[in-house]
């Protein structure tokens, strides 16, 4: 085991160095551009995603602007006629983008190697407390939608397993089928427009991880503040997932209960509930316990944009997608860098979870 997961951890090197070098061959044919943004600002003019598309920038590959296929070019940027080129200069230094870009690569990765993400582009404030700024957030609606989602998808999941094909598994098969069909951003309007004052009953806040005034609460106080705050946000976050989880705890309790050895079991006359948590248990819930460190990452990071943004809550999803729409390039990759890493060592801990749970997997003698 110790030499599959030393080949593991010597994978993560090149598969983040790929995963970055692709990205940022991506970006420099992205249009638009932090130097853009600053001249567009300063002309009046609100950038857009297409400023450098079609009939709007530079003229193919050659990075003259339109009508000018000789001679001297004034600007490679769109609005920037009329500025002082050394002006153009003074940007493009301040950015970075006076250097080729394979040195820009370069020297990025050499600096994120030590966690070094620089400043943000268009925030007065470092990268990295930018992130922690935001983390809270994160990390409050991935962990209790992960523990929360566990909970109640297990024993549900068994229950529907046990009682496979009767009433309860069909009627409780529909709901989670419905409930996996709505968005979750449609499903957090309609909780904000019944709990949160929007037309029926004001519960629940609408906005926000805490009250106004958090700080002069007791303790009990803002336990019970923060979990008010945090109650429907998490729900319309868990329906996916909820569903998700339920029906693979199902199926794994319903495939190791068909197996021979169960059968066995009962004709040694041993009782069905000594059956299931004695010998299926272990077994069934191999695969969801190993699951829970990638089940978790994927809360925290991911599908929480649109429940940030329908309730105000200032996370890391909410940050990733301004700083991609604002070319903030330093936010943007510092966070692919920090989320594949994140994923990547995730996996492995995944793998050896399963290790844990199970000591008759051998990872060894797989390829890596």
């Known amino acids: 085991m110790a030499a599959y997961l030393l080949k593991r951890l010597l994978l993560i090197i090149p598969t983040l160095l790929g995963i970055m070098l692709i990205s940022f061959v991506i970006i420099q044919f992205a ?18 995603a297409t400023s450098r598309i079609g009939g709007g920038g530079a003229d193919g590959m050659s990075g003259r602007p339109q ?21 153009i200069k003074q940007l493009e230094k301040q950015f970075g983008f006076d250097k080729p870009a394979h040195e820009r690569f370069f020297l990025m990765m050499k600096n994120f190697l030590v966690f070094d993400f620089g ?43 046990v009682h496979d094909g009767e009433r309860f598994d069909t009627w409780t098969s529909g709901v989670l089928v419905i409930g996996y069909a709505i968005p979750g951003f449609l499903f ?3 909780l904000l427009v019944l709990f949160a004052g929007g037309s029926f009953f004001q519960w629940f806040p609408s906005r926000g991880l805490t009250s106004e005034g958090f700080q002069h609460f007791s303790m009990a106080g803002k336990v019970l503040d923060y979990f008010w705050h945090l109650t429907l946000p998490i729900i319309a976050m868990s329906l996916g997932a909820f569903t998700t989880m339920t029906f693979l705890t199902r ?10 050895y169960v059968t066995t079991a009962r004709a040694k006359g041993l009782g069905e509930r000594e059956v299931l948590y004695g010998h299926v248990f272990r077994n069934a819930m191999l695969l969801i316990i ?7 990452i994927h809360a925290f990071f991911t599908g929480a944009l649109l429940i940030e943004t329908i309730f105000s809550l200032d996370g890391l999803g909410l940050l990733s997608f301004e700083s991609t729409i604002n ?32 000591p008759r997997i051998d990872f060894e003698t797989r390829e890596v």
């Open 31 to 48: 249009p638009g551009g932090p130097v853009e943004r600053v001249i567009a600002q300063i002309s009046g003019n609100d950038v857009s």
């Open 67 to 87: 009508g000018q296929q000789g001679g001297e070019v004034s600007s490679k940027y769109r609005g920037a006629q009329g500025l002082d080129p050394e002006f």
């Open 119 to 161: 400043k943000s582009y268009f925030r007065d404030i470092s990268v990295m407390q930018l992130i922690k700024e935001k983390l809270p957030v994160s990390i409050s609606l991935g962990l209790w939608m992960t523990l929360l989602t566990y909970l109640i998808s297990i024993p549900l999941g068994i229950r529907k397993a």
């Open 188 to 190: 957090a309007v309609l």
């Open 251 to 260: 199926n794994s309790f319903i495939d190791e209960i068909r197996k021979q």
């Open 290 to 296: 190993a699951g829970f460190p990638g089940a978790f």
């Open 327 to 358: 070319r903030d390039y330093p936010v943007v990759f510092a966070t692919l860098y920090i989320f594949s890493l994140l994923g990547l060592v995730v996996n492995l801990v995944s793998d050896f979870v399963y290790t844990l749970v199970d």
